[in-house]
């Protein structure tokens, strides 16, 4: 089969969960006799509409460019108020699109698999209905309803934002073309869509996201409270309450728990200040069993609306316990029966409690084994969804 992956970022430029996942597709996909091609957003500014055309191996990757005034890589660079009009451009951009209906017409694809669009322009959907090809589109955010992609829990929004945000989803409406196939990694994503009155008559399948095989690293075994934190160091990532409820945790116990970081972000000069952390660069995702079999629990104590973190379904797979924030998919991911625990986003209080009946648990050699295969091979991901085609 020809098979076009459409995605915002394709790599050497990654920022999250989609590349990962796309790269991931590409590779097992171009590996076992289909020809793949990439269509993605290009990281330079053009002062006029452009195609890069790359070979990565086998895989030929389409970079575009210069239809909105700045790539999407540089986003964040933008003010806020400019970044509004950048995201309303983003929502058709037709010379985008145009771009794109140019490249599928050239390659001829039996399936357009579209994940994230941002910087691309919905307006590519409409294009990928119409052609010959097969029409997926895989959910990894909000992106459809909220401009920034990010659901923070308990965030009061100005009436400006609530506003804006209302005319982007009608426009989004207007725009997007229901896919062949919608794909979502967790139930609650699909939910809150549909909650929306987006995709509510698309054919739908909750499936997780493939990750690669995990070698099997035998779990040490020590007295020591050490746990784990891994992701963005950034507030929506809820770094700042795990800091505060360890603090307050170590201020009144005899046995202080260590807290070892895997990130980057701009708190990182911030969660310096306190003790008992220590603060590592992001491993190759291969080194993740060795890393993880120094831990007994990690913590993913997000603000943000998660869908279907990677990092929790690696520690169960590993066989450590989890503490999440009780939003998002997170809970679809976590056993509260089976050495799990929830607690409320942002909340020190119910954080600090939760880590106080780990603690208990682990000191008197109470912990639950908590290891649950929930790996998803990439092999049997696309064997479920190619049975749709």
């Given at each position: 089969m020809k098979i076009c992956l459409v995605n915002s970022l394709y790599k050497p430029y990654t920022r999250g969960g989609a590349e990962v996942i796309v790269n991931i597709l590409a590779e097992y996909l171009s590996n076992n006799g289909h020809t793949v091609y990439i269509i993605t957003s290009d990281i330079k500014a053009y002062s006029k509409p452009n195609i890069l055309r790359e070979k990565q191996g086998v895989i030929e990757v389409y970079r575009l460019g210069g239809y909105n005034f700045s790539p999407f890589y540089s986003l964040s660079d933008m003010g806020p108020f400019?970044?509004?009009?950048?995201?309303?451009?983003?929502?058709?951009?037709?010379?985008?699109?145009?771009?794109?209906?140019?490249?599928?017409?050239?390659?001829?694809?039996?399936?357009?698999?579209?994940?994230?669009?941002?910087?691309?322009?919905?307006?590519?959907?409409?294009?990928?209905?119409?052609?010959?090809?097969?029409?997926?589109?895989?959910?990894?955010?909000?992106?459809?309803?909220?401009?920034?992609?990010?659901?923070?829990?308990?965030?009061?929004?100005?009436?400006?934002?609530?506003?804006?945000?209302?005319?982007?989803?009608?426009?989004?409406?207007?725009?997007?073309?229901?896919?062949?196939?919608?794909?979502?990694?967790?139930?609650?994503?699909?939910?809150?869509?549909?909650?929306?009155?987006?995709?509510?008559?698309?054919?739908?399948?909750?499936?997780?996201?493939?990750?690669?095989?995990?070698?099997?690293?035998?779990?040490?075994?020590?007295?020591?409270?050490?746990?784990?934190?891994?992701?963005?160091?950034?507030?929506?990532?809820?770094?700042?309450?795990?800091?505060?409820a360890i603090k307050e945790f170590n201020s009144k116990a005899e046995k202080k728990i260590i807290l070892d970081i895997w990130g980057r972000g701009s708190l990182r000069e911030q969660i310096l200040i306190y003790d008992n952390v220590q603060i590592n660069d992001w491993p190759e995702f291969n080194n993740w069993p060795k890393i993880m079999s120094n831990y007994d629990l990690a913590i993913v104590p997000s603000l943000c609306y998660e869908n279907s973190p990677t990092a929790i379904r690696i520690a169960k797979t590993l066989g450590l316990s989890v503490i999440g924030s009780n939003i998002g998919g997170i809970p679809e991911l976590l056993d509260v029966n089976n050495g799990d625990y929830l607690f409320e986003p942002g909340n020190v209080k119910d954080l600090l409690q939760q880590l106080e009946i780990f603690a208990n648990r682990k000191l008197s050699h109470k912990l639950r084994s908590a290891k649950v295969d929930n790996t998803m091979s990439v092999r049997d991901y696309w064997e479920t969804l190619s049975a749709k085609l």
């Open positions: 400019l970044r509004l009009f950048w995201h309303y451009r983003d929502i058709k951009s037709k010379v985008s699109s145009r771009l794109f209906k140019d490249i599928i017409e050239d390659i001829q694809p039996d399936l357009i698999w579209c994940h994230n669009l941002k910087g691309l322009g919905y307006g590519l959907t409409g294009i990928a209905k119409k052609s010959q090809a097969k029409f997926w589109l895989t959910l990894h955010d909000v992106q459809y309803f909220d401009p920034s992609g990010l659901l923070i829990y308990g965030k009061k929004l100005s009436a400006i934002y609530t506003f804006a945000r209302s005319v982007y989803t009608k426009m989004v409406k207007k725009v997007i073309a229901m896919p062949d196939l919608l794909i979502s990694p967790s139930q609650w994503l699909l939910d809150l869509y549909k909650s929306k009155n987006l995709f509510t008559d698309a054919n739908s399948i909750q499936i997780l996201n493939p990750i690669t095989e995990l070698d099997n690293v035998e779990k040490k075994d020590t007295d020591e409270l050490r746990i784990m934190f891994s992701g963005q160091l950034e507030v929506h990532k809820g770094i700042l309450t795990l800091l505060e």
